[in-house]
């Protein structure tokens, strides 16, 4: 899960362009990118939200770590302020 504040869009696109096909060599998809969405308690959220799903925890980090999405990476550099995390969730039946 991410939140990203935008500071130059046109640059932060290229790199837009450039995750969906590292995440999905990782097992990995997206479950939101950006869009519409609303705080519905606490201070409000203006950041861009971003919410991947991995298959394992393991998966998400040889994501992150990989030389694919180091490079992706630097497209982002100047172009927003991010906070990713990554959480090792339950599954639920």
């Known amino acids: 899960m991410g939140s990203v504040q935008v500071t130059d869009w046109p640059r932060y696109s290229e790199y837009m362009k450039q995750t969906p096909g590292i995440i999905a060599q990782y097992g990995g998809r997206f479950i939101a990118r950006g869009g519409e969405s609303m705080t519905l308690e606490g201070p409000e959220v203006t950041e861009r939200v971003v919410i991947l799903e991995f298959p394992t925890f393991e998966a998400a980090k ?16 100047g172009a927003a302020v991010a906070q990713f995390y990554a959480i090792d969730g339950v599954q639920v039946a």
Do not use: G, P
Not at 62 to 73: K, M, P, W
């Open 62 to 77: 040889q994501f992150f770590h990989s030389e694919e999405y180091q490079c992706a990476r630097t497209l982002r550099e």
